[in-house]
Every structure is written in structure tokens, then in C-alpha cells.
């Protein structure tokens, strides 16, 4: 496609299982970012990715959350063992590059809205 | 996390009035950026600035990146309908590593016909 892509679109899970979100950047696009958007809040940095490698991981909230791109284009956000505070739209980006004006604009996906009970 | 300081939360507006918005940070920036989101969907790139008092247009849209580097405007003149929407100002940085996006908590405009 187009544009970012994201699935699911609505998880709903219950508190203390396992969850996985994908992200299908825009092709050819080397950078890839999470962010997680709370109600009423501005989208919250979680992890970016150049490549295959995390190049930044501080926003990640604690050890329950990690992801991957192991093939340098698609990204799972996975979390474990939900709490409900983790109930929140995941929002991936990505950028045809992090290291040059032009290509550093961030293009969003249209998020996933997790619902943990 | 940190977040940039916009308010009001909400604006009310007549169709075909302009409007301003400002985005101030305790924290230098190196690019400011502003992000329009609807409903459901993922934020949308309006304006991007990168140099301390840069001043750029996009359509009805006017951005200024503040002289300081640690605050930013967005104007919108003549309103329409579809301008109804969440505006969230951005800061980034530098790139690379430091490439993240720092978001305010976005003022909602709703725009009366």
C-alpha cells in the first residue's frame, strides 16, 4: 500500500495475556518509530528503529513491552503480561531516512487501539 | 514523558475566521513541526519548520519556528469546515538517534458554519 499500515486495528484483551501489534512501514522507508497515544494526550515516544536495530529504546515504559523488525521493513510491538493501563492507540511512523531534512518526515499510520479489560 | 505546552485545549470558531495556535517548550528544538489528526487516523504532517525564525505558508496554513527555538505558532485563516480537527505541535531534536518526535497534547478546533 500507500501508505503505513497497521493491524490490528482494535485488539481488545484481557489483563495479563500477551499481545502483538504489527506495523508495515512504506517501502523503502529505513526508519521506523512507535509512539503510544493516550485519550486527551499527544502521541509518546516508545522506540525507533534504522533498520533492523533499535537505535533508540528510552521510551519504552518498562520490561513488558519490546519489538522487532528483524528484516529491516515490518515492526512488532509486543507487550506482555497487560495491565490496564496500557489500554492506548499505538501509533507507528516511519521516515525514508533519520539523517537528512528531506527525508526525515514522520508518516503515520492510522494506529491501534488497544482495549485491555 | 515530556510533552509541549499547548492551551487551550479547545477553541471554538466561526467558519471563515482565522486562528492561531501556539506551542511553547522549557526545551530547545532544532525542528518544530505541526501535525493535524482526525478521528481514527494517525497524524497528519501540515508544516514543518527548521530554522529558528522561519516563517512558511502551506495553502491557508502559516507556521513560525520562534526565534528562541523553544516555541512555535501555527495560523489558519479563512476556516472551513474541514478544518475541524486535533493540532498537535511536534519538536524534534536533531537526527538519527535523537530523531524521536516530542508532542504537545494538541488543541481540538471545531469550527461553527
Known amino acids: 500500500g500507500a501508505g503505513v499500515s497497521q493491524t490490528p486495528s482494535n485488539k481488545v484483551t484481557e489483563k495479563g495475556k500477551y499481545v502483538e501489534l504489527r506495523c508495515d512501514p512504506i517501502?523503502?522507508?529505513?526508519?521506523l518509530y512507535w509512539y503510544r497515544q493516550s485519550l486527551g494526550q499527544g502521541p509518546e515516544f516508545l522506540i525507533y528503529?534504522?533498520?533492523?536495530?533499535?537505535?533508540?529504546d528510552s521510551g519504552l515504559p518498562n520490561d513488558r513491552f519490546f519489538a522487532v523488525r528483524p528484516e529491516g521493513s515490518v515492526s512488532t510491538l509486543k507487550i506482555q503480561r497487560t495491565e490496564r493501563g496500557d489500554s492506548a492507540v499505538y501509533l507507528c511512523a516511519s521516515s525514508l531516512t533519520s539523517d537528512g531534512r528531506a527525508g526525515e518526515t514522520q508518516y503515520f499510520g492510522p494506529g491501534t487501539r488497544l482495549l485491555v479489560l | 514523558g515530556q510533552q509541549l505546552n499547548q492551551s487551550p485545549q479547545s477553541m471554538f470558531i466561526q467558519e471563515g475566521e482565522d486562528v492561531s495556535m501556539n506551542c511553547t517548550s522549557s526545551?530547545?528544538?532544532?525542528?518544530w513541526l505541526w501535525y493535524k489528526q482526525d478521528p481514527g487516523e494517525g497524524p497528519v504532517l501540515l508544516i514543518a519548520l527548521y530554522k529558528a525564525g522561519e516563517l512558511t505558508s502551506n495553502g491557508r496554513l502559516t507556521a513560525q519556528f520562534g526565534i528562541t527555538r523553544k516555541d512555535s505558532f501555527l495560523n489558519i485563516s479563512a476556516s472551513i469546515p474541514s478544518d475541524v480537527g486535533i493540532y498537535f505541535c511536534?519538536?524534534?531534536?536533531?537526527?538519527?538517534?535523537?530523531?524521536?518526535?516530542?508532542f504537545g497534547k494538541g488543541i481540538t478546533l471545531s469550527v461553527r458554519p
Open positions: 526545551s530547545i528544538f532544532n525542528t
Open positions: 528503529f534504522q533498520g533492523t536495530g533499535a537505535a533508540d
Open positions: 511536534a519538536g524534534q531534536t536533531s537526527t538519527g538517534a535523537n530523531s524521536k518526535l516530542t
Open positions: 517501502s523503502g522507508h529505513t526508519a
